[in-house]
């Protein structure tokens, strides 16, 4: 596994560098969606956005023949999720799909129900194997227990695939959040998920034990508008729907950010320094405060740039 996932890092250092060569843009103060409370959202007669209180946002397409999900909320909440997905129009019926869009608990929660109730649970093969290990997040000791078989993802793939109702989905190998993140694309809304490969609100989490990087976080962006049009609604597990020009306004920032960090780890500095630099600076008043961010941000630099990666 370690093999495979420095292999990755690798190749995505290098798309990244020529994706992040040339001047940065600086951005401007902009403005972004106000939080607030966001409920269940309709983005078509037979695709909403589920979201629960506390919740990664639920993606549910319905059917007459069944339904369609995009992650499953965590063990906790799966309960509910399921229940505000039944009261959906045309959501009562059978589930027979679930994407998880990665590894994390917050993704993965309804994969043991499900996977009992013999429905397809659909994910790249790297999410599945660390899914089937357990992991201890180095940076504050947080344990995740591995799945047990019948919850593991059942369909794997890695490059991409679609299903029978045109509905497409592939792999962000920039290893934006994860080395495992997928997108999963609905053709006639034009709606594409995308899990924690982009965020709606706040900074992401960089979760560099199983992948996920700063560089990533800009490819994977720049992947993401790479394959949308300006029409396109993209869906994150948190926080409000983006659209292309949230996503052009992100590679901006998150470039900035990335070139900054570059410059000082260059320059032999400690994740501490980074963080006291405060890199983020100018855009903390509509994101909050970036001291976690950009010292996880500095750690990944190390997890995939350091001599021994
Ligand atoms: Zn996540």
């Known amino acids: ?39 269940n959202e309709k983005l078509a007669d037979d695709l909403y956005v589920v979201r629960v209180p506390g919740e990664a946002a639920v993606i549910a397409q319905t059917s007459a023949n069944g339904v369609l999900l995009v992650d499953g909320g965590s063990a906790a909440g799966s309960d509910a999720v399921l229940k505000a997905v039944a009261a959906l129009p045309n959501g009562a019926g059978k589930i027979n799909t679930l994407f998880n869009t990665h590894w994390h608990p917050e993704q993965t929660g309804s994969n043991e129900k499900l996977g009992a109730a013999g429905i397809t649970i659909i ?53 934006a959040h994860t080395d495992g993140d997928l997108y999963v694309y609905f053709p006639q809304p034009n709606v594409l998920a995308v899990g924690n490969a982009a965020y709606g609100q706040g900074w992401p989490v960089v979760d560099w034990w199983t992948g996920g990087w700063i560089g990533g976080i800009v490819g994977g962006l720049q992947r993401i508008k790479h394959f949308a049009n300006k029409d396109t609604r993209i869906v994150p597990a948190v926080g409000p729907v983006l659209s292309y020009a949230d996503i052009t306004e992100q590679i901006d920032m998150y470039g900035t950010i990335y070139d900054s960090l570059n410059r000082m780890l260059n320059k032999g500095h400690s994740p501490s320094e980074g963080v006291a630099a405060k890199p983020a600076k100018e855009y903390e008043a509509k994101m909050g405060n970036a001291d976690e961010f950009i010292r996880r941000s500095f750690e990944s630099l190390w997890a995939y740039l350091s001599p021994d990666a």
Request: net charge positive; hydrophobic share 35%; proline share 7%.
């Open 1 to 39: 596994m370690p093999q495979t996932r420095r292999q990755l890092l690798k190749t995505a250092i290098a798309g990244t560098a020529g994706i992040l060569a040339g001047p940065g843009l600086r951005l401007a103060a902009a403005q972004q969606s106000a939080p607030g409370a966001l409920g």
């Open 123 to 175: 994910a790249h093969e790297n999410t599945r194997l660390w899914l089937t290990e357990n992991i201890t997040w180095p940076w504050n000791g947080q344990k995740f227990k591995k799945l047990p078989k019948i919850a593991q993802p059942n369909k794997t793939f890695y490059d991409k695939g679609s299903l029978d109702n045109g509905v497409q989905y592939g792999y962000i190998s920039d290893a």
